[in-house]
């Protein structure tokens, strides 16, 4: 089976910062990993994915970058908001598993 | 415009109680999951049905049972319930089979005293 982990369980940033949260995974199947932010009190919400193709992928102020070789894959937030206070879950997919093993979740603190 | 929901949000019940909390998604999707979350946030796959039928079962006790009468709708059965069941339960969508984006619903915090 598969183990996604985090390095950090929490980590705090200075608004305007930014924020890089780091995911490991163990199954070297696993070939399309997303990022999920998780507000108190609310579901995961997607944030952003990417496939095993790629090494590097952009969004509205975060990137996740993959790196196969090591198995690791990370998430950055550019300018990092009060707003992005949340946990973020990294989770892991083999293709036509139909599932997702998340990560334990990194809880990111913005301080104003 | 809710994309996926569940009912109810809060379930405060006595073990050894059933109960049953209601997922429905109008994305269209194929797909759709239950997780629990635990108090330390870790999220762990219980089912999914592709199509109404049963793809994931991982090892939940069987007094778990989920129902899935229609694709836009899963619904998660708990008997006999147990302190330990006390949790966030998710339900997910995705279009179909695997390397998707799931689409979490805002879960229910299921309480048994």
């Known amino acids: 089976g598969e183990s996604v982990g985090l390095h950090l369980p929490t980590l705090s940033v200075q608004e305007g910062d930014n924020s890089i949260i780091n995911c490991a995974y163990s199954?070297?199947?696993?070939?399309?990993f997303i990022w999920y932010k998780q507000e108190s009190g609310k579901g995961p919400q997607f944030i952003i994915d990417?496939?095993?193709?790629?090494d590097k992928r952009q969004g509205q102020r975060v990137t996740v970058l993959l790196n196969k070789t090591v198995k690791h894959l990370s998430l950055q937030i550019a300018a990092t908001q009060p707003g992005d206070s949340a946990v973020y879950f990294c989770?892991?997919?083999?293709?036509?598993?139909?599932?997702?093993?998340f990560g334990k979740g990194t809880k990111l603190s913005v301080i104003p | 415009d809710t994309a996926v929901s569940q009912t109810p949000k809060y379930l405060v019940t006595q073990m050894g109680n059933d109960k049953s909390i209601k997922c429905e998604q109008n994305?269209?999707?194929?797909?759709m999951y239950w997780y629990k979350q635990d108090s330390k946030k870790f999220l762990k796959i219980m089912f999914s049905?592709?199509?109404?039928?049963?793809?994931i079962n991982e090892t939940v006790p069987n007094r778990f049972s989920p129902k899935s009468p229609d694709k836009a709708h899963l619904n998660l059965h708990i008997n006999s319930l147990e302190l330990g069941d006390s949790a966030v339960y998710f339900c997910?969508?995705?279009?179909?089979?695997?390397?998707?984006?799931?689409?979490f619903g805002p879960g229910t915090r299921l309480t048994v005293l």
């Open positions: 989770a892991g997919e083999e293709a036509g598993s139909y599932q997702l093993t």
């Open positions: 199954n070297s199947a696993s070939d399309y």
């Open positions: 997910a969508s995705c279009v179909g089979a695997g390397t998707d984006t799931q689409y």
């Open positions: 049905y592709n199509n109404k039928e049963l793809i």
């Open positions: 994305l269209g999707h194929d797909t």
């Open positions: 990417i496939r095993s193709n790629m």
